[in-house]
């Protein structure tokens, strides 16, 4: 194994291509392979057939409930949230959630299975009241019980976050309370269109310390709109002042859909209003040198940890080696017995399809075995460092050999090495993997960068 080498790209291959200086719109993301506009609606009856079928031996369950409710819409947020919807319609889509979970639970792919890990991402999962959260947890687990989950992480806004509501989540068995504080300057925060300020960070963060979350995490954005080099470090140190278990830092994109886009496109203009990428990239290589002074080793392009041997993310490290992923709600996304699949995009048809005893399924795609390895492998070189021996025994293929001309490429730039069993990206890398990874996607798949 030790034998094989990567040869050199050409001469002409050896110089990076220029990086786009300013933040331009796009999704610069890669959360998933192959890309969401090759899943189809007339694949669904693929999704349906691998319901039926037993789970692969060994392969873990987790689920993801999308709760998509928020007391504002940040101007920055891209994914499917609603500001405008009362009590009766979060009833509704609670119910229409817990009818999709007993729907699913009855089906063969589930095995006997219990979930190992369960995730409430949004939107704001925090926005529903202890009565809802309460209602939904516990249907949930009267379904697939929760006597073996490792992991349940809760993804929160700060000033959603009453005493009352965080004893109640760590009752229910929330092990990881995800804070989206994302700044601590007030003005920042609100012409952003973020609902909290920092006063609430600090509340929400201590009573959750004190009444004792096994994992608190922090998510910082590096480039928002008016932020500063000044207040980017700042927000650094309180955040090692805080010194919370984890910490996400994400750099500002752009997507088509946000409220920031859709100024630009009125105004005419092709620039979005926030740091170019080698400033954020400056930002976050700043981040990532003081959290490592501070104790913290970084384990991902975006997460840093206090403790390596404490501190997990079971929800990305299973997704990322195949685990399946029931996926609930508006716009979810999931991935059962080698099949992806997505929900309804609207509120309105989602529930309502639910309500009828139909399926909330929008489109789906079942990868060939050669995209499976390339997703396991891109999304996994996201943690800085991957053994080519997991994947020759996993799917029969060593990816020295798979991705050569990838990996001479990304060598050739001076962002990747090859030493024996270890493919390792170096920090510079790192910070801009999103954009790298497209070097292994298959022709058919390749598509235009914004950065």
Same mark, same amino acid.
Request: net charge neutral; charged share 25%; glycine share 8%.
């Given at each position: 194994?030790?034998?094989?080498?990567v040869?050199?790209?050409?001469?002409?291959?050896?110089?990076?291509?220029?990086?786009?200086?300013e933040?331009?719109?796009?999704?610069?993301?890669?959360?998933?392979?192959p890309?969401?506009s090759? #899943?189809?609606?007339?694949?669904?009856?693929?999704?349906?057939?691998?319901l039926?079928?037993p789970?692969?031996?060994a392969?873990?369950?987790?689920v993801?409930?999308?709760i998509?409710?928020?007391?504002?819409?940040?101007h920055f947020c891209?994914f499917?949230v609603?500001?405008?919807?009362?009590?009766?319609?979060?009833r509704?889509y609670?119910?229409?959630a817990?009818?999709?979970?007993?729907?699913?639970?009855q089906?063969?792919?589930?095995g006997?299975r219990?979930?190992?890990?369960?995730?409430?991402?949004?939107?704001?999962?925090?926005y529903?009241s202890?009565?809802?959260?309460?209602h939904?947890?516990?249907?949930?687990?009267?379904?697939?019980?929760?006597?073996?989950?490792?992991?349940?992480?809760f993804?929160?806004e700060?000033?959603?976050?009453?005493?009352?509501?965080?004893k109640?989540?760590?009752?229910m068995?929330?092990?990881?309370?995800s804070?989206?504080?994302?700044?601590?300057?007030?003005?920042?925060?609100?012409?952003n269109g973020?609902?909290?300020?920092?006063?609430?960070?600090a509340?929400?963060?201590s009573y959750?310390?004190?009444?004792g979350?096994?994992?608190?995490n922090?998510?910082?954005?590096?480039g928002?709109?008016?932020?500063?080099?000044?207040?980017?470090k700042e927000c650094?140190?309180?955040t090692?002042?805080?010194?919370?278990?984890?910490v996400?830092v994400?750099?500002?994109?752009i997507?088509?859909n946000t409220?920031i886009?859709?100024?630009?496109?009125?105004?005419?203009k092709?620039?979005?209003?926030?740091?170019? #990428?080698?400033?954020k990239?400056? #930002?976050?290589r700043?981040?990532?040198?003081?959290?490592?002074?501070?104790?913290?080793?970084?384990?991902?392009?975006?997460?840093v940890?206090?403790?390596k041997?404490?501190t997990?993310?079971?929800?990305?490290d299973?997704?990322?080696?195949?685990?399946d992923l029931?996926?609930?709600?508006?716009?979810?996304f999931?991935?059962?017995?080698g099949?992806?699949?997505?929900?309804?995009?609207?509120?309105d048809?989602?529930?309502?399809?639910?309500?009828?005893?139909?399926s909330?399924?929008y489109?789906a795609?079942?990868?060939?075995?050669?995209?499976?390895l390339?997703?396991?492998?891109?999304?996994?070189l996201k943690?800085?460092s991957v053994?080519?021996?997991?994947f020759?025994?996993?799917?029969?293929?060593?990816?020295?050999v798979?991705?050569a001309?990838g990996?001479?490429?990304?060598?050739? #730039?001076?962002?990747?090495?090859?030493?024996?069993?270890t493919?390792?990206?170096?920090?510079?890398?790192?910070?801009?993997?999103?954009?790298?990874l497209?070097?292994?996607?298959?022709p058919e798949?390749?598509?235009?960068?914004y950065?």
């Amino acid at each position: 194994m030790n034998s094989i080498t990567v040869q050199p790209p050409p001469a002409s291959a050896s110089q990076a291509p220029a990086l786009q200086k300013e933040t331009t719109v796009g999704n610069y993301f890669v959360s998933n392979y192959p890309p969401f506009s090759f #899943w189809k609606t007339e694949s669904v009856g693929e999704f349906a057939a691998a319901l039926e079928r037993p789970p692969a031996p060994a392969t873990p369950l987790g689920v993801y409930l999308h709760i998509p409710f928020c007391r504002k819409r940040c101007h920055f947020c891209y994914f499917r949230v609603y500001t405008d919807k009362d009590s009766a319609a979060i009833r509704s889509y609670i119910d229409a959630a817990i009818r999709e979970l007993t729907y699913y639970s009855q089906k063969p792919f589930i095995g006997g299975r219990k979930p190992s890990f369960v995730y409430f991402g949004g939107g704001t999962p925090s926005y529903l009241s202890v009565d809802q959260l309460r209602h939904l947890t516990d249907s949930m687990k009267r379904l697939l019980p929760w006597d073996e989950v490792e992991e349940v992480t809760f993804e929160a806004e700060p000033g959603t976050l009453t005493d009352h509501k965080l004893k109640a989540l760590r009752e229910m068995g929330v092990t990881r309370l995800s804070l989206g504080v994302e700044n601590f300057d007030d003005h920042i925060l609100e012409i952003n269109g973020r609902a909290h300020l920092s006063k609430e960070i600090a509340r929400a963060y201590s009573y959750a310390r004190e009444i004792g979350f096994p994992q608190i995490n922090i998510d910082l954005i590096a480039g928002m709109v008016e932020e500063t080099d000044a207040n980017w470090k700042e927000c650094v140190r309180k955040t090692i002042e805080m010194s919370p278990d984890s910490v996400t830092v994400y750099q500002m994109e752009i997507p088509y859909n946000t409220t920031i886009y859709k100024q630009m496109k009125a105004e005419g203009k092709l620039v979005a209003p926030v740091a170019d #990428w080698e400033t954020k990239r400056g #930002w976050v290589r700043y981040a990532f040198n003081e959290f490592e002074k501070a104790g913290y080793t970084v384990s991902t392009a975006y997460t840093v940890v206090k403790s390596k041997e404490k501190t997990q993310f079971l929800y990305r490290d299973r997704l990322w080696a195949g685990a399946d992923l029931l996926g609930l709600g508006v716009a979810s996304f999931g991935h059962i017995g080698g099949t992806h699949y997505q929900n309804l995009h609207d509120f309105d048809p989602y529930v309502q399809a639910l309500a009828s005893g139909g399926s909330g399924v929008y489109r789906a795609l079942t990868p060939t075995a050669d995209e499976r390895l390339l997703r396991e492998f891109i999304l996994q070189l996201k943690t800085g460092s991957v053994s080519a021996d997991y994947f020759t025994q996993k799917f029969g293929v060593d990816p020295r050999v798979r991705f050569a001309q990838g990996l001479a490429t990304l060598g050739g #730039w001076g962002f990747a090495e090859v030493a024996g069993d270890t493919i390792r990206l170096n920090r510079d890398g790192l910070l801009q993997v999103d954009r790298l990874l497209h070097e292994f996607f298959l022709p058919e798949h390749m598509n235009v960068r914004y950065a």
